[in-house]
T-cell receptor
Framework: DGGITQSPKYLFRKEGQNVTLSCEQN?????MYWYRQDPGQGLRLIYY???????QKGDIAEGYSVSREKKESFPLTVTSAQKNPTAFYLC?????????????FGPGTRLLVL | AQSVSQHNHHVILSEAASLELGCNYS??????LFWYVQYPGQHLQLLLK??????LVKGIKGFEAEFIKSKFSFNLRKPSVQWSDTAEYFC????????????FGAGTTVTVRA
């Protein structure tokens, strides 16, 4: 059963703590993306990666970090520098070849600050 | 920066009513256009897309959208909505040659009353 999995479904962060959100895909997609969804603001791009061991900042990268050591995995770390981390985080992927492929989304992780 | 505007934040209508959601974007080059839908408790999923060709595109569940290049618009329509169409709808734009990054509108919440 192909798709994108994100874990955990809910995550709680304490003050000053770094937390890591998992994103795994078995679609053999080259490109992966992290978005943040806030009410009334749509989705905003945090980081993206088009190939293993390479990634680029999106529109709101400050306070976040990523790695892309494997094609199927693109974890996102929310660092203590991110002052307003409470949001719904969505991971997406596409083939990144040919120019117009659709992005497919995971179920999301909701991050809450204690 | 490219922006995507969705004109309505929340739309409430009765079953069998017609639906039209507006979407405008600001980039003047070649774009790919998408409408995504997020049903309550479900993944964000693709409703329809436009890459090239016939500007009137048909998607799943009876939805269609029309690309009007001169107006930088990609409005979503459905002639007769059902209660199950209650969801949040997002317009997204990808600027061709821009690393397949999507820019999303703020979303429109559609509530269909039985």
């Amino acid at each position: 059963d192909g798709g994108i999995t994100q874990s955990p479904k809910y995550l709680f962060r304490k003050e000053g703590q770094n937390v890591t959100l998992s994103c795994e895909q078995n679609l053999n997609h080259d490109a992966m993306y992290w978005y943040r969804q806030d009410p009334g603001q749509g989705l905003r791009l945090i980081y993206y990666s088009q190939i293993v061991n390479d990634f680029q900042k999106g529109d709101i990268a400050e306070g976040y970090s990523v790695s892309r050591e494997k094609k199927e995995s693109f974890p996102l770390t929310v660092t203590s520098a991110q002052k307003n981390p409470t949001a719904f985080y969505l991971c997406a992927s596409n083939t990144a070849q040919g120019g117009s492929e659709t992005q497919y989304f995971g179920p999301g992780t909701r991050l809450l600050v204690l | 920066a490219q922006s995507v505007s969705q004109h309505n934040h929340h739309v409430i209508l009765s079953e069998a009513a017609s639906l039209e959601l507006g979407c405008n974007y600001s980039y003047g080059g070649t774009v790919n256009l998408f409408w995504y839908v997020q049903y309550p408790g479900q993944h964000l999923q693709l409703l329809l897309k436009y890459f090239s060709g016939d500007p009137l595109v048909k998607g799943i569940k009876g939805f269609e959208a029309e690309f009007i290049k001169s107006k930088f618009s990609f409005n979503l329509r459905k002639p007769s909505v059902q209660w199950s169409d209650t969801a949040e709808y997002f317009c997204a734009v990808n600027r061709v040659g821009n690393d397949y990054k999507l820019s999303f509108g703020a979303g429109t919440t559609v509530t269909v009353r039985a």
